[in-house]
């Protein structure tokens, strides 16, 4: 049962093994900064003490930085330590090789893919801008989210992709399940995010699913790293769109109460509308197409 035939422990007993160990690093490397937060709280508002994180994160950016950061750090430190201890494995063998230009169509891609969202969005009429394109209201949450989702990109790839897909890769799974099972831990951990939808965890299964295919189809990190960073961003703090649930900051404010939630996904952000699954399934097609485009090129 813990092992297999070739007396190897099991696939699902290191990943499991994996996730709990995150889920106590995060905790650990977030607690100073959870208490800063709360601490800071009862200084400048003794009356009204606030238990909700989400609040929080908006009164104080910097120390939210701390505690979300921390944890994301954390996260990832613990899943680096597994992997070369646990598994007996090397960064390489984790996902980071290949070229930077990986990186760079990653991020363009995520970008990209957002502001068609948007883009369809505004001149349906599903969306209002508040702010003038010509007035964007750049702030501090402009640089702390920046700072955080480049950190989530980075941590939620290497663990969900790089430690999942290739311990089960390395067990001799067949590639739908490697696949299926790495996208459906990645929604399942999105199920505890505030205003959950099903339509947005079906999303985040789909995207999970298009990040196994650019690690697959590249053998590296560097895409899906670059698509997930740009991706929450672009949402977020662009274009001003809730991240899976999360209270959105954009340099622009954008109104969907007049908008369709099936195309807008209502306030658990563009993840739950039926435009981001159009543009993940997109996101397929032109990842196949950078795929054979770069085994084609001459070395």
């Not at 190897?8 to 900064?33: D, E």
């Not at 994301?72 to 330590?81: A, H, K, P």
Request: charged share 10%; proline share 3%.
């Amino acid at each position: 049962m813990l092992k297999n035939n070739d007396g190897q422990v099991r696939a699902g007993w290191l990943i499991a093994i994996a996730l709990v160990a995150m889920f106590i690093g995060q905790t650990i490397f977030a607690l100073p900064g959870t208490i800063l937060l709360g601490i800071m709280d009862a200084m400048n508002n003794p009356d009204t003490l606030s238990l909700d994180i989400m609040v929080l994160s908006d009164e104080y950016p910097w120390v939210f930085l701390l505690m979300q950061g921390g944890g994301t750090v954390g996260g990832l430190i613990v899943t680096l330590i597994l992997w070369r201890y646990m598994n007996k494995k090397s960064m390489g063998e984790l996902g980071f090789r290949g070229s930077l230009t990986d990186l760079v169509y990653g991020l363009l891609l995520g970008a990209g893919s957002i502001a068609v969202i948007f883009i369809l969005l505004l001149v349906s009429g599903n969306v209002e801008v508040v702010n003038a394109f010509s007035e964007p209201m750049f702030s501090t949450y402009t640089i702390t989210f920046l700072i955080i989702f480049i950190l989530v990109g980075f941590f939620e790839e290497i663990f969900f992709r790089g430690y999942v897909m290739t311990t089960m890769a390395n067990r001799g799974n067949k590639k739908w399940l490697i696949y299926l099972v790495s996208a459906i831990i990645f929604s399942l951990v999105h199920g505890a995010n505030p205003n959950v939808s099903i339509p947005g965890l079906i999303n985040i299964l789909l995207v999970g699913l298009l990040f196994a295919y650019m690690f697959d189809a590249t053998k590296s990190l560097w895409m899906p790293i670059g698509y997930h960073i740009t991706w929450n961003y672009f949402q977020g703090n662009v274009f001003g769109f809730a991240v899976s649930g999360t209270t959105p900051h954009g340099i622009y404010q954008v109104d969907i109460s007049k908008g369709n939630d099936l195309l807008t996904g209502g306030t658990f952000g563009l993840e739950g509308g039926i435009l981001a699954t159009l543009m993940i399934l997109v996101g397929f097609v032109l990842t196949n197409v950078y795929a054979k485009r770069k085994v084609q090129q001459p070395l």
